[in-house]
Every structure is written in structure tokens, then in C-alpha cells.
């Protein structure tokens, strides 16, 4: 079955700098690869996804990048600020819509 | 719309008891997923139904672990009996097969067994 890893576990940044979270999977047929944002004590809420037609997508300071060939995609947050400390999940899914997340990444923002 | 509904919010239960957590999913999905939130293990996929009936529940832990999904705006997740390690998050999602991918979520459960 599919097997989503996602690197790093923690990151930590100034507000301001980029950050930057990296997922593989190994599952070819994987098509669809979503993005959540995870707040403390809150539901998963999705930030932004890809499909596997398209190379890279971005949504104001998010974007996320897809290499097919190597199986691996990445959320880039540029000026990142305070509010966008949380914990961030990568997944991946065929058509059929079951999603196998990644571990997650906590990132802190430092003002 | 109200979005995906979870009851209860809180549960705290002694060992050995049942559990049942609720989900109404948002009106005219037909996929419902249910999710468990460990520490240690992530998400974790346990079960998921499209149009009422179970298409995978490969991630139901063990026998303790039932769901049902009786009509197309509810469904339960049974845990008899309870034991400490099934101390969760329990999430349910729900998504529209007619659209996109995107599973919206529920707000979660928090159980803790004793």
C-alpha cells in the first residue's frame, strides 16, 4: 500500500523567511496530493493541493511543487508570519479518495 | 452549512466500557471517512464508506472497533470494550464524489479511557 513520508518532524523559522516541508511517496498510481494545516486543538483544514497533471501550484504565499518522476512534493510558505505556526500534514491519495497522511511537521514562526 | 458534525466532543470513559462517537456528515457527501489521532501514530485512516456502505476498514485496529453508516447522514464508530491505548482524536470526514478530492473534517472527538 501507499507510504507517505514527510520530513522535516519540527522546523522552526524568524517570521519573515521561507519555510519549506518535503513529502515522498511511494505509491506511482498517487494522484492527488493535499496539503493540511492542523492548529492546537483544532480539525485538519486543507491549505492547498495538486494533482498529478500538474507541476506546481500557488495560492498567495503557499505553493507546492510536484516531481513525478521521483515521487516527491513540497510546500514552500514564503514571509511566513506568527499565524502560520501549526502543524502541517502532506498526504496522498488515488482517485478513490482515501488519504494516507504524513507524520506532520510542527513549524514555529518566531516574530 | 454547518459543516461536518461530531458528537460527543469529550469522552472519558473507564476501561472495558462501550464507546460510541457520531457523525453527521455535511449534506450530499457520499464519501464519510473515519480518522484516528494518535501522538506516536499519526492519522490514521480506519474506515471509509461511500454512498452508505464500507469500501475499506483494513485500518479498524481489531474486532473491538465496529462502524456503521445506516443512512446517508449518519454514522457511528463503536469501541467494545474500551481500553486506555484507544485514548484518541477521533475524526470524521466527509467528501463529495460528484467534485474535487478535498475531505472536509469533522472537529473531533477527544476520548480518553481510564
Known amino acids: 500500500g501507499e507510504n507517505v513520508e514527510q520530513h522535516p518532524s519540527t522546523l522552526s523559522v524568524q517570521e519573515g523567511d521561507s519555510a519549506v516541508i518535503k513529502c515522498t511517496y511511494s505509491?506511482?498510481?498517487?494522484?492527488?496530493f493535499p496539503w493540511y494545516k492542523q492548529e492546537l486543538g483544532k480539525r485538519p483544514q486543507l491549505i492547498i493541493d495538486?494533482?498529478?497533471?500538474?507541476g506546481e501550484k500557488k495560492d498567495q504565499r503557499i505553493a507546492v511543487t510536484l516531481n513525478k518522476t521521483a515521487k516527491h512534493f513540497s510546500l514552500h510558505i514564503t514571509e511566513t508570519q506568527p499565524e502560520d505556526s501549526a502543524v502541517y500534514f502532506c498526504?496522498?491519495?488515488?482517485?478513490?479518495?482515501?488519504?494516507?497522511f504524513g507524520k506532520g511537521t510542527k513549524l514555529s514562526v518566531k516574530p | 452549512d454547518a459543516g461536518v458534525i461530531q458528537s460527543p466532543r469529550h469522552e472519558v470513559t473507564e476501561m472495558g466500557q462501550e464507546v460510541t462517537l457520531r457523525c453527521k456528515p455535511i449534506?450530499?457527501?457520499?464519501?464519510l471517512f473515519w480518522y484516528r489521532q494518535t501522538m506516536m501514530r499519526g492519522l490514521e485512516l480506519l474506515i471509509y464508506?461511500?454512498?452508505?456502505?464500507?469500501?475499506?476498514d483494513s485500518g479498524m485496529p481489531e474486532d473491538r472497533f465496529s462502524a456503521k453508516m445506516p443512512n446517508a447522514s449518519f454514522s457511528t464508530l463503536k469501541i467494545q470494550p474500551s481500553e486506555p491505548r484507544d485514548s484518541a482524536v477521533y475524526f470524521c470526514?466527509?467528501?463529495?464524489?460528484?467534485?474535487?478530492?478535498?475531505?472536509?473534517f469533522g472537529p473531533g472527538t477527544r476520548l480518553t479511557v481510564t
Open positions: 470526514a466527509s467528501r463529495d464524489g460528484r467534485g474535487g478530492f478535498e475531505q472536509y
Open positions: 505509491d506511482s498510481a498517487s494522484n492527488y
Open positions: 495538486i494533482r498529478s497533471n500538474v
Open positions: 498526504a496522498a491519495s488515488k482517485s478513490q479518495g482515501n488519504l494516507i
Open positions: 449534506s450530499g457527501h457520499d464519501y
Open positions: 464508506f461511500n454512498n452508505n456502505v464500507p469500501i475499506d
